[in-house]
């Protein structure tokens, strides 16, 4: 079929849009997600002859959160095609949302034909500058004005995303490079490493975990990919473990020495204050990690961290390595003495502590989250938008493994769970995934349940109502200001996800609401469970 | 002593503000405190790209500035389409949107919805962006914004104020009446002498008009009847000759009979239009002028793009016009269809109206029956196939009266939102939506919005199940179809679940019978068409 031919130089002409193409399959990506249009018909040609898996959304704020679940679940670079102006900036919030939440994230979008650039001529699609426009957003920002230029600018991309602080990549393509005649045979993938920290800095630190009384480790985003080292470091040091909302579940929930993602909890925070050494990896230590002003540090600090900015902002450490975490807690591991005994009652008194810190509402939600729980394989993915049930499941949920909780979390954005999801779930085929939205924020983004549909997804959709833009009401009311704008009028979520032909539930009890979640795993399409706040089975 | 937002929703007050859209977040309720002492309504969006497409159709129905408040980061990444939109098709929009404290600022610290620097974001889609650091600025930025707005080109306005600043405390007698704004500039003698004795003396003149004449239709109307001018309007001019005017002479610039009396007329007066490829649909080739060229815009950057003009004046539509006309001594006049510059209309329009394809042709066939029935009406139009297709036949019944995102930018996903902006701006007209399927998927949460502000608005659902006009282009280009053929979800029941009423037509009659009863609604209404109705030709 035209996949052979297209791989074929001798028998079809090949353009700037088979060249990128041709580079990305090189650099393993397998799905893009996006919407065809008059400026992309050249990069799409390219798709469609090489026969790359495309994903056709209904909005491209879904494509950028679809990639960004297929990158936080695979750990590879989520890939999305779209078109010059609009299709672009509809993209900017997902592309925020991975800058903030380090998601290695390929956006790839055309722009006008390089004679047009900064004219101001009222092009279709056109603005003042494009690339300027988005640059704030990410980690990269090219324009590729010529197909020469393809294998540099893809390479500096994966670059970022392998060995840097992960963040988005905008690969602009002028119009005339994408139809312009392209060299493709010479498609070869480069590798470069990410930094590991020298062996006199790893002997300063393991001196530091030596000489500490009461050591804990605080992990980020930055260690998902280094469970076993982590549980190997915290094990022979005999350290107390918490992580961030991005960190859930690298350490398992079940072991005696995690006090789980409970970073924004004060019994844990007094345990950080408690430590004569903290030993923070990858981790910005953000206002959105611990919804204090500022973390108690009052012992030494040792911080691991990709981005080198990280290590001297705020918190600064008295030893920073710019390096990735996992070969750091190998090597750590190996140069510390073994012997300290963790301190297991302190541990057990502060995980009580914390579950005894939840007020009545979120008391609710953690009865909602473990009939959620109870409907899930150990290896579940969880993906959870802005809303009150999230953020008390950021500090609650139990999980044993990482890179199965995925929270917008730095930049806060709404309509997040439901497209993310579908990208983890096309990601991660054979594992469940599960999104858990407001009402508010399922709204944001609810077209692209026509995309789950047509896409088959066993996926079910949690939509926690409470009719309402509820966190900000509270706001209102705390402050003496009237409610405005925060009670909106909703849909019938029943008859809205029938019209999608998604199935739909309504449990009647915590029980009903396990079962509907195991029926949606077996399903052949999305399924919409609405559960709402003022449930009677929830009082 | 008030706050600083308390400060800002009074003189928006002052400016004539009567509604904002907008989300309420964290980041922003400060803003939201004074607001129920004003008589300042607010509107709640689904999403923030609804509110920037609901101020944008307010916006260009009422002249006046749509307006936003937006929460830091997310929510402004998410208006900047709705930005992008406005800032092509020049239309007047005040975001004002928070950010992280003064002292966070470009700081990197991890801060909900912080961003290395929002302004730089907004600065491609926004004639100026500005931080606002003390209280006392406001005065003199909001003067800056409505001076754009009034008169200078209408475009986006980004004022961003740091969660300290919003509660900053002012004393009362800061509190500043709006400043005086200027007026537009009129031409210069010199050059208003040049262009009234070209035209006096044009022996076959022709007019272009754009979206920038859209307030001037009285005096463009009586210049082109002075000087027997044929009439081509761009899309965001229709309505300012009305329907029926023996001098129209079309739309769509790149058909051969059009492209060509433009290049034959012996003085082209061309006012408030950028000659934009979008006007040139589906097929843009550059511009021949072997007669004069005098343009009026009010943007100099403007005049000096694309091709010169042989006299450049920078200078209001309605200024420069009513100059014009009061310099030939223009009274009072009356259309004449039996002139020479009538029967060189006729021409054109006719010979233009053979380069209509098929859809043209449907499409202004449904909309005659649309149009009988609700003759008042407005029409917003998506990024749609009969959108597209009504550019080149639809005549408007006055201006700001239709509408689309099909112009300059672009984007899909305009119409229901825009429709709403527009409705609430002018309730007692019947506003019409055109959207596509797809477009309407796009910001589908605002059915929601619709029927929270009780704004009964009509959809006209043009439905071909897909990206039809992007398969097209594919099939066209021998490219294997990809991402076009969609699933699409069963819209009849998405209505009545979001609270709207739903209908499917089965004739022209029944359709202009729906109309009716829809615009005699309290509640909206969507009616749905679709491509392969067996009724429509």
Not at chain 2, 397 to 412: M, V
């Amino acid at each position: 079929m035209s996949t052979e031919r297209a791989r074929n130089p001798k028998t079809s002409n090949q353009i700037g849009g088979h060249a990128a193409v041709a580079l990305l399959e090189t650099y393993g990506v397998d799905t893009v997600f996006g919407i065809p249009g008059v400026h992309t018909l050249d990069l799409y040609r390219g798709l469609a002859e090489l026969g790359m898996r495309h994903v056709g959304v209904r909005h491209e704020q879904g494509a950028g959160f679809m990639a960004d679940g297929y990158a936080r679940a695979s750990g590879r670079p989520g890939v999305c095609c779209l078109i010059t102006g609009p299709g672009l900036m509809n993209a900017a919030t997902p592309i925020g949302q991975a800058y903030s939440d380090s998601v290695p994230m390929l956006v790839l979008a055309s722009v006008n034909a390089s004679g047009d650039l900064g004219k101001g001529r009222g092009r279709l699609h056109e603005i003042s500058d494009q690339r300027a426009a988005i640059a704030p957003l990410a980690g990269l920002a090219r324009t590729v004005r010529a197909a020469e230029e393809l294998p540099g600018a893809i390479a500096d991309a994966f670059a970022l995303f392998e060995t840097q602080r992960p963040r988005p990549a905008v690969l602009e393509f002028t119009l005339d490079m994408l139809a312009a005649p392209a060299e493709v045979s010479g498609a070869r993938r480069e590798r470069k490493a990410r930094p590991v920290a020298g062996a006199e800095d790893i002997a300063r630190a393991a001196a530091l975990v030596d000489a500490a009384r009461f050591p804990v480790v605080l992990a980020g985003g930055g260690t998902v990919d280094a469970a076993d080292e982590l549980k190997a470091f915290v094990e022979k040091s005999g350290a107390l473990c918490v992580t961030t909302t991005a960190g859930k579940g690298v350490l398992p929930d079940s072991h005696p020495q995690t006090l789980s993602g409970t970073l924004a909890l004060s019994p844990t925070q007094k345990v950080l204050g408690d430590a004569d050494l903290v030993i923070a990896l990858g981790t910005e230590m953000a206002e959105t990690d611990s919804w204090c002003e500022r973390l108690p540090i009052n012992g030494k600090l040792i911080r691991v961290d990709l981005d080198a900015h990280t290590l001297t902002r705020d918190y600064p450490p008295t030893i920073g390595l710019l390096a990735d975490a996992k070969p750091v807690l190998a090597a750590l591991t190996a140069a510390i003495k073994p012997g300290r005994q963790p301190d297991l009652a302190r541990a057990k008194a502060v995980r009580e502590a914390n579950a005894g810190d939840l007020d009545q509402q979120q008391q609710k939600h953690v009865k909602v989250l473990m009939a959620v729980r109870a409907g899930l394989a150990p290896d579940a993915i969880v993906v959870s938008d802005m809303t009150q049930i999230a953020y008390t499941a950021n500090v609650t949920f139990p999980l044993e493994r990482p890179r199965c909780w995925f929270h917008p979390n730095g930049f806060g954005t709404l309509g997040y769970a439901m497209p993310a999801a579908i990208g983890a779930k096309l990601a991660c085929p054979a594992r469940e995934v599960i999104a858990i939205a407001g009402d508010g924020g399922f709204l944001f983004t609810v077209q692209d349940l026509a995309t789950a549909v047509e896409l088959g997804l066993a996926l079910p959709i949690l939509v926690w109502n409470n009719d309402a833009f509820g966190q900000i009401a509270l706001g209102m009311n705390e402050r003496d200001i009237p409610e405005l704008g925060v009670k909106p009028k909703n849909p019938d979520f029943q008859a809205l996800a029938k019209s999608f032909h998604a199935r739909t539930e309504k449990p009647g009890s915590l029980a009903e609401l396990t079962d509907a979640i195991r029926r949606a795993f077996k399903a052949d399409g999305p399924t919409l469970i609405e559960v709402h706040e003022q449930a009677d089975y929830l009082t | 002593m008030a706050t600083c937002g308390e400060l800002l929703v009074q003189l928006l007050e002052a400016y004539g503000v009567d509604l904002v859209f907008g989300i309420p977040g964290v980041h922003t309720v400060e803003l939201y405190r004074g607001l129920p002492m004003t008589r300042i309504r607010h509107v709640t969006p689904r999403h923030e790209q609804g509110a920037g497409f609901m101020a944008d159709g307010y916006a260009r129905v009422s002249g006046k500035p749509g307006v936003c408040f937006i929460i830091t980061g997310p929510g402004m990444t998410n208006i900047l389409t709705a930005m992008g939109q406005a800032y092509a098709d020049s239309v007047p929009m005040l975001v004002i949107s928070s950010v992280n404290r003064t002292e966070e600022l470009a700081m990197g610290d991890g801060r909900l919805h912080e961003l290395p620097s929002q302004r730089n974001l907004v600065a491609g889609v926004a004639a100026f962006s500005h931080t606002l650091l003390r209280p006392e600025q406001l005065p003199q930025v909001l003067a800056r914004a409505f001076a754009i707005f009034r008169s200078g080109r209408p475009r986006p306005v980004h004022i961003e104020i740091p969660i300290d600043v919003i509660t900053m405390q002012v004393a009362a007698r800061d509190i500043v009446a709006p400043r005086n704004i200027p007026l537009a500039p009129a031409p210069r003698r010199a050059e208003l002498e040049r262009a009234v004795a070209w035209l006096r003396d044009a022996k076959s003149p022709l007019m272009v008009l754009g979206g920038g004449a859209a307030d001037a239709a009285e005096a463009a109307r009586s210049l082109a009847e002075h000087l027997d001018a044929p009439v081509i309007h761009t899309a965001n001019a229709k309505g300012i000759l009305p329907p029926g005017h023996p001098l129209r002479a079309g739309e769509n610039m790149a058909y051969p009979p059009i492209h060509q009396a433009i290049r034959e007329a012996d003085v082209v007066l061309a006012v408030g239009s950028e000659f934009g490829e979008t006007e040139m649909y589906p097929d843009p080739k550059p511009f021949v002028f072997d007669g004069k060229l005098i343009r009026i815009d009010i943007d100099p950057e403007q005049l000096v793009r694309g091709f010169g003009a042989d006299l450049p004046i920078v200078a209001d539509a309605g200024a420069a016009l009513a100059e014009i006309n009061r310099a030939l001594g223009i009274a009072a006049t009356a259309a004449n269809g039996d002139t020479p510059g009538a029967r060189r209309a006729a021409a054109i329009r006719q010979a233009a109206k053979k380069h209509w394809w098929p859809a043209v042709h449907r499409h202004q066939k449904i909309i005659e029956a649309v149009s009988a029935a609700l003759p008042d009406m407005i029409l917003v139009g998506d990024s749609a196939e009969h959108v597209y297709a009504l550019n080149q036949s639809y005549e408007a019944p006055r201006p700001r009266s239709y509408f689309s995102s099909s112009t300059g930018y672009g984007t899909l996903g305009y119409g229901l939102p825009a429709g709403l902006g527009a409705k609430l701006a002018a309730p007692d007209r019947p506003v019409v939506v055109l959207a596509g399927d797809g477009g309407l998927q796009f910001t589908i949460g605002e059915l929601a919005a619709a029927v929270e502000a009780e704004v009964p608005l009509i959809v006209l659902l043009w439905n071909n199940d897909g990206y039809g006009e992007i398969k097209n282009y594919m099939v066209g280009r021998q490219i294997q179809p990809i991402g076009v053929d969609i699933f699409t979800p069963d819209f009849q029941t998405i209505a009545k679940g979001f609270g709207w009423e739903a209908r499917r037509p089965d004739s022209y009659a029944a359709l202009g019978a729906e109309m009716k009863s829809a615009a005699a609604r309290n509640r909206p209404t969507i009616i749905e068409l679709r491509a392969d109705d067996p009724w429509i030709a």
